[in-house]
């Protein structure tokens, strides 16, 4: 009962001054409501780099060419040309928990059809290749197994060279020529959008890589291999597996090549968001910190404005524990009711920055625990000193004061 | 039977300036049960001090005070609060009721704290509007102080030093604050009190607030320089009366004059 009655003497002071609660909460109010908004932006848009590079394929790892040296000049990453067609074959035919994989010959080529031009990116690759960079085909279908064996001259068109080209028609089973080569179109990509560094995906034309190898770039290397692991867990195992396989290819030369995934692609960008969250969590801690000094100042000029109710108190027996607890009730009372209120419009100024920026709405239930408990703590850190004050005082001082 | 109130041979001294203030130089004094009594003085008597210490907010330098018994030498500062909630009502010159809440709030308070706090919300809002009853001003309960006269404040005031069912009612110059009229309305509360068996304490400078009670104390350089029983007790029923005619007679006076 003791308690409920301290309680109902804190509930009864901060109702007789009600604008004055308000505004010292509003405080706490401003700065949980910020702290929830900033890291409800902050994961939002880190869900949303984290679509985007799902977007790249999932679970992707790539093989890609390492250096060289050759009579003591070394090359960098990407100039060694001994990755073959070969090595991707022995990946696709040996390693185990892989859904798909595709070589990639990276080449720029001048396209000629329908009395237009265009140059853009004319890459070889597998079969595989949409499904493995997660790029479904909007028109047509992708060429199959046996026109990559047989160097057939057929070819899929991003959508961005499908406008460029065939502007006012249907681009499947029109013929494109490639250094003079006529490639038939059997198919069209879906729209993928601009990359993270800027270059346009759909501005592509794919064409199988033994066709490419052979007719367009005569290269022997190929500029990557994608591999997609069947499940997140093994991308770790298939990575180690590619390795030790071509490896074992290269029979005891210095590794050429370099295997990364797409996590490590993906941790800088979390990693980059991760510390832009916690900024901002730590600009908007710093507003909680300054609502909590509002409370305590609050408190103090209410401990001196009281101190005739103080005096009153404990002349009719109030001990310095029970005026100890009021002011400190009142103080947690003011801060948890900010902090819900905190809270409320937090998930509201959320709700609306998701609305207008079109991102996802990651409220995090962890980041209102913690917002919560941090105003109730700011409450009783910052009201403690005012009501030991309070308790401390001696009755007939207080009585006396004006 | 034993005195409610037995002090002997009290001294304070105030050393908290350059020169030590010695504001009682050795009282001693019996209250029994049932009296009314008023501490008389000049401002620097010492009158103030004395209450004090019979109110048990401040410790007398030498000598023992018991309170019904118990010496209060011997609590500590919760223990004395304890004390004050349940063996004493506090009456204030200045009301000192809390702003903004209303005059039951008020009351209530002594019954939130000490022994009372076991109590239920409904147990204690009862008894709070019992003592309002019995100043005749249960038809207030919910006013604010700023919304009651001066002398309806002294009585939510001598309400609320009731509620806990005090040995004694001390009043410091509980009508200090007021005009002649209401001063003899408040000391007909506290008349009634005291036939009803409560021991009353007041300070007071007036000679004629004094004559209200049964006996009179003055001090004079921190000493009791008199103790008597008053012997032309004034009742405040009577003075009410004659206050009355006094004003009808003035009214009627100005009518004739007109």
Redesign the interface.
Known sequence: ??FT??F??SL?ALR??TMRSILTALGIIIGVAAVITMVSIGNGAKSMVEAQVAALGQNLITVMPGSFSSGGMRSGFGFSTTLVPEDFEAIANDVENIDGASPEVRDSQQVLANGLNWRTNVNGVGPDYPYVKNWPLTAGAMFSEQEVKSLAKVAVIGKVVAEQLFPNEDAVGQTIRIRNLPFRVIGVLGPKGVTPWGSDQDDIVLVPYSSHMRRISRRTSVSSIQIQASTPEAIDKVKVAVEDLLTQRRRGREPDFIVRTQEELANTFTATNRTMTLLLACIASVSLIVGGIGIMNIMLVSVTERT??I????????????VLTQFLIEAVLLSTMGGVMGVLVGVGASQLVAHYMGWPILVSSLSVIIAVGFSASVGVFFGFYPARKAAQLD??DA?RYE | MAPVVQITDIHKIYDSGEIPVHAVRGVSLDIHRGEMVALMGASGSGKSTLM?VL?C??RPSRGTYLLDGINIAELG??EL??L???KLG?V?QGF?L????TAL?NVE??M???RH?????REIRERAMHCLEIVGLANRYDHFPNQLSGGQQQRVAIA?GLV?EPQVLLADEPTGNLDSRTSVEVMGVFQKLNEQGITIVMVTHELDIASFCKRNLILRDGVVVRDELVSNRSIAEHETRRLKEAEAAAKLIAHNAA
Do not use: C, W
Request: charged share 30%.
């Open positions: 009962m003791r009655n301290t109902r003497v009864r007789r001054n005739r109710e005096g009153i108190r404990l002349a009719i027996g109030a001990h310095g524990k029970d009755p007939i009585l | 004090n109110g907010l401040d500062r919760n609060a304890d004050r909630n349940q506090f204030f000192n809390l702003a903004r809440t709030e308070l002594p939130l704290y000490g706090r076991k109590h239920s919300a609320r806990n």
